[in-house]
T-cell receptor, first 110, second 113 residues
Framework: GQQLNQSPQSMFIQEGEDVSMNCTSS?????WLWYKQDPGEGPVLLIA?????ELTSNGRLTAQFGITRKDSFLNISASIPSDVGIYFC??????????FGTGTRLTIIP | NAGVTQTPKFRILKIGQSMTLQCTQD?????MYWYRQDPGMGLKLIYY???????DKGEVPNGYNVSRSTTEDFPLRLELAAPSQTSVYFC????????????FGDGTRLSIL
């Protein structure tokens, strides 16, 4: 089955730094979603994107729907300890099933 | 508002045993999904349902069965547990239609020894 290529696989940053991660696909989607998963919990939706070129913010998080419809980006500004976790992208074509990325694990170094 | 509720949270099974993972949602969502997440990996779809009485296979259905007799409940059954089924299982639901994201439960961690 298809999975999206998500990079980087892991990040080690210091508190206060900005974070960037991206997701690429060989096929196009018309919906891109970004989820965060904390240890022992299910993924929680952060941002949903529904239009190519769309740039959407949720607090310190900003995500973009790539113009080609084959990629998406997530940025986190001024990271804080509660940002630690695994971030997943997911793509969807209309009402079909979600395809998930392999995740980016974010660790904040004290 | 409970959202998506999964039980149990943890379970250890012996090889060959059977069990049912429960999932219920109180949001009146038509669509429900079962995923498994192996260590360091993303989520893989096992089965899904677009409404009561309708189920379809996902990417990795072998070794599992589902039923959807009501809108609220979508149980996942393992008939003959195998070590390869050790994983974390997530249930999700969403409303029908474009622009409707999936909402996840907190997962069931299953170990088969």
């Amino acid at each position: 089955g298809q999975q999206l290529n998500q990079s980087p696989q892991s990040m080690f940053i210091q508190e206060g730094e900005d974070v960037s991660m991206n997701c690429t696909s060989s096929s196009i989607f018309n919906t891109w979603l970004w989820y965060k998963q904390d240890p022992g919990e299910g993924p929680v939706l952060l941002i949903a994107l529904y239009k190519a070129g769309e740039l959407t913010s949720n607090g310190r998080l900003t995500a973009q729907f790539g113009i080609t419809r084959k990629d998406s980006f997530l940025n986190i500004s001024a990271s804080i300890p509660s940002d630690v976790g695994i971030y997943f992208c997911a793509g969807q074509w209309f009402d079909e099933k979600l395809t998930f990325g392999t995740g980016t694990r974010l660790t904040i170094i004290p | 508002n409970a959202g998506v509720t999964q039980t149990p949270k943890f379970r250890i099974l012996k090889i060959g045993q059977s069990m049912t993972l429960q999932c219920t949602q109180d949001m009146n969502h038509n669509y429900m999904y079962w995923y498994r997440q192996d260590p360091g990996m993303g989520l893989k779809l096992i089965y899904y349902s677009v409404g009561a009485g309708i189920t379809d296979k996902g990417e990795v259905p072998n070794g599992y069965n589902v039923s959807r007799s009501t809108t609220e409940d979508f149980p996942l059954r393992l008939e003959l547990a195998a070590p390869s089924q050790t994983s974390v299982y997530f249930c999700a639901s969403r409303r029908q239609g474009f622009n409707q994201p999936q909402h996840f439960g907190d997962g069931t961690r299953l170990s088969i020894l």
